[in-house]
């Protein structure tokens, strides 16, 4: 099933947290910080202008962006965990 998110909203996939530190010292779970970098799986229809027509969104389908820690709704879709968030919440795309 496929989410598409309305308006100025994407859909990302949060990427794999590391599950050791530099200094090699594994983290349990519960000590791990969620990941603040995603690949973006769906895109909204864009911004709606003062005229009234859409604009759209800097970031694709594919994308990898990087997000504030607190940024969009955390949702689950069979199974899997996924965060619907507006274009503004997103920070940067990684090249």
Do not use: C, Y
């Not at 099933?1 to 050791?20: D, H």
């Not at 779970?29 to 769906?42: D, I, Y």
């Amino acid at each position: 099933m496929k989410v598409v998110p309305l308006g100025a909203n994407v859909v990302v996939r949060r990427m794999e947290s590391e599950e050791t530190t530099a200094g090699g010292i594994v983290l349990p779970g519960s000590a791990q910080e969620k990941p603040k970098q995603g690949r973006v799986l769906s895109v909204g229809d864009g911004h709606v202008l003062k005229d009234g027509t859409k604009a759209p969104l800097s970031v694709k389908e594919g994308d990898q962006v990087i997000f504030s820690s607190w940024a969009g709704t955390e949702i689950k879709v069979e199974g899997e965990e996924l965060l619907i968030m507006a274009e503004s919440d997103i920070l940067a795309v990684r090249g």
